[in-house]
T-cell receptor
Framework: DAGVIQSPRHEVTEMGQEVTLRCKPI?????LFWYRQTMMRGLELLIY????????DSGMPEDRFSAKMPNASFSTLKIQPSEPRDSAVYFC???????????????FGPGTRLTVL | AQKITQTQPGMFVQEKEAVTLDCTYD???????LFWYKQPSSGEMIFLIY??????QNATEGRYSLNFQKARKSANLVISASQLGDSAMYFC?????????????FGRGTSLIVHP
């Protein structure tokens, strides 16, 4: 079975450019998460979707960041304009969240390593 | 207050020995789940093991077991017979219904190095 798919795996861009990260969750999963991981701040939750609806975006750093989930099989995280401090690994994760899920385990994609010069 | 605390930034273990990675958590939700993930140097986050708050027995998955002490709010990961490939960062996480949503919280991680 295919796991969570992220693209690109690596992105190098210059400050001020727009960056779009893409994620395809595991088929049948109804929740999707975007995380950012840095050495200084660890793993930070940016935004959480349930049934394609953003439930919690309190972790989105600022207006330069936006995320969409137009359908159950695709999500994007966009940074515009990008800044050097946005350099990090961005993970997408998905899970099946139910009313009585005993094991609503999150499964992570391989991550996108973003470098903003 | 930290919801997940991993007090060991780094751990060393000899190959073939057992090692325990500590994790304590804080929640007032009676229904919660605890998870451990492994992140090798290649960067991916690999799910290892799950423990539900109502599970009576400690979870086990191969060489991994979770030492669940509910009263102490402790969910330590035990790796038996360590292998060189176990060298990685290990993250403890908890899912509870904070604010109405089942949002997971992750600890800062423990770096494990297995020596030959």
């Amino acid at each position: 079975d295919a796991g969570v798919i992220q693209s690109p795996r690596h992105e190098v861009t210059e400050m001020g450019q727009e960056v779009t990260l893409r994620c395809k969750p595991i088929s049948g999963h109804n929740s999707l998460f975007w995380y950012r991981q840095t050495m200084m701040r660890g793993l930070e939750l940016l935004i959480y979707f349930n049934n394609n609806v953003p439930i919690d975006d309190s972790g989105m750093p600022e207006d330069r960041f936006s995320a969409k989930m137009p359908n159950a099989s695709f999500s994007t995280l966009k940074i515009q304009p990008s800044e050097p401090r946005d350099s990090a690994v961005y993970f997408c994760a998905s899970r099946m969240e139910g009313y009585s899920s005993p094991t609503d385990t999150q499964y992570f994609g391989p991550g996108t390593r973003l470098t903003v010069l | 207050a930290q919801k997940i605390t991993q007090t060991q930034p780094g751990m060393f273990v000899q190959e073939k020995e057992a090692v325990t990675l500590d994790c304590t958590y804080d929640t007032s939700d009676p229904s919660y789940g605890l998870f451990w993930y492994k992140q090798p140097s290649s960067g991916e986050m690999i799910f290892l093991i799950y423990q539900g708050s109502y599970d009576q027995q400690n979870a086990t998955e191969g060489r991994y077991s979770l030492n669940f002490q509910k009263a102490r709010k402790s969910a330590n990961l035990v790796i038996s017979a360590s292998q060189l490939g176990d060298s990685a960062m290990y993250f403890c996480a908890m899912r509870d219904k904070a604010g109405g949503s089942y949002i997971p919280t992750f600890g800062r991680g423990t770096s494990l190095i297995v020596h030959p």
